[in-house]
């Protein structure tokens, strides 16, 4: 097994998830008070700008989340506005809640004709499924719909209801066939929560790239991607957060350059009842939320969508399974937080990715 690095924090707070932290002409007070040099780029027309102030759109309209995406070397807006709208496009696709969707009628009638990027992301899907035997399912949906993490007074599930729901996932039964795709369980849904901001953060990510931009953050409620790098030719800065503290209750800054940066964590989507935290993170053999004694799964990784199942996956597995999958994947490195405050970083997290202390 591959060597893991250990590190004991001395809080009350332990998980871990995103923040940004985008150090232009002054950095964050919370992740140091460096000053750096202003970035300068010359224009089309040969005029020469100011590049540290870039052009950001924020949303909370789409894909149940916060949304900012920042361009740093273009102040074309029309190029912004087309991103949300590639974000709209795939709300209108992926969904499992809006009827009309091609994941509705799936979940609806059995069987639908998607599109071919709906189909890729569906093959997504079914290899993470595969590659952990089901402890990470694209068809959890008879599960997932039994919970209501946004309820303003949350219950939970009829005990038998989810016992009989789990009987129902099971990704096997769900086949691609070209670009007809069809489920064997009537019973059965797709839910592809855990896996499609990361795809949709990468389409975004193409369309800027094909329109020549080299600079710029896509945050997609916490899974950051980044196009390039600081237009100085720096990397972004990527903030490490404690979770249920303030946005600048950081435990380290990583540096990115053109990676992706997700989390999955027990803070994001939860409810007490009885003293008794429930998370949105789901035991596929049980229906319940998963107890293994993590609090957080940090995953970079090239592609967001790899580092959207790659941090579900790995909380699901646990931390010895989990470490061992990432063992086995180059180019991808994770940091665990246990519930015995302590971080475990993959080796070629610290070596290959800067992290520096955020004070």
Not at 33 to 41: H, I, K, L, R, V
Not at 179 to 205: F, M, R
Request: a negative charge; aromatic letters at 8%; one cysteine or more.
């Amino acid at each position: 097994m591959r060597h893991m690095k250990t590190t004991k924090i001395n809080v009350m707070h332990l998980a871990v998830y995103l923040v940004l932290c985008l150090f232009l002409t002054v950095a964050l007070s919370a992740c140091g008070s460096t000053q750096e040099t202003e970035a300068e780029s010359t224009s089309s027309d040969g005029q020469t700008e100011a590049a540290n102030s870039p052009i950001t759109e924020y949303s909370m309209d789409y894909l149940d989340t916060f949304i900012q995406i920042s361009l740093y070397d273009t102040q074309d807006r029309s190029i912004l506005e087309h991103c949300f709208e590639i974000i709209e496009s795939y709300e209108d696709r992926l969904s499992r809640t809006l009827e009309g969707t091609e994941i509705y009628e799936l979940n609806e009638t059995g069987s639908v004709e998607v599109e071919d990027d709906v189909r890729e992301l569906l093959e997504y899907g079914l290899y993470y499924s595969g590659l952990t035997d089901g402890v990470f399912d694209i068809t959890v949906e008879p599960i997932t719909s039994l919970w209501d993490f946004k309820a303003e007074n949350p219950q939970l599930p009829d005990a038998e209801e989810l016992a009989e729901a789990v009987k129902h996932v099971d990704y096997t039964k769900l086949h691609i066939d070209g670009n007809t795709v069809t489920l064997e369980d009537p019973e059965s849904g797709v839910d592809l929560g855990a896996i499609a901001k990361g795809y949709i953060a990468d389409q975004v990510k193409e369309y800027l790239v094909s329109e020549g931009v080299e600079s710029a953050i896509i945050n997609l409620g916490g899974n950051v991607l980044c196009v390039g790098h600081k237009p100085d030719g720096t990397p972004f800065n990527v903030g490490l957060q404690y979770p249920f503290g303030a946005r600048d209750d950081l435990i380290a800054v990583v540096e990115i350059d053109d990676f992706s940066v997700v989390t999955s964590g027990i803070d994001q989507r939860n409810f007490t009842i009885d003293g008794v935290l429930y998370h949105h993170i789901l035991n596929t053999e049980t229906g319940y939320p998963v107890d293994n004694n993590l609090l957080s799964v940090t995953i970079i990784s090239e592609k967001s969508v790899d580092g959207d199942g790659l941090s579900t996956t790995c909380f699901a597995l646990g931390l010895d399974k989990g470490m061992e999958l990432i063992d086995s994947i180059d180019g991808v490195y994770a940091a665990f937080v246990t519930d015995d405050y302590e971080i475990h970083y993959s080796e070629g997290f610290e070596d290959h990715i800067q992290v520096r202390d955020s004070q």
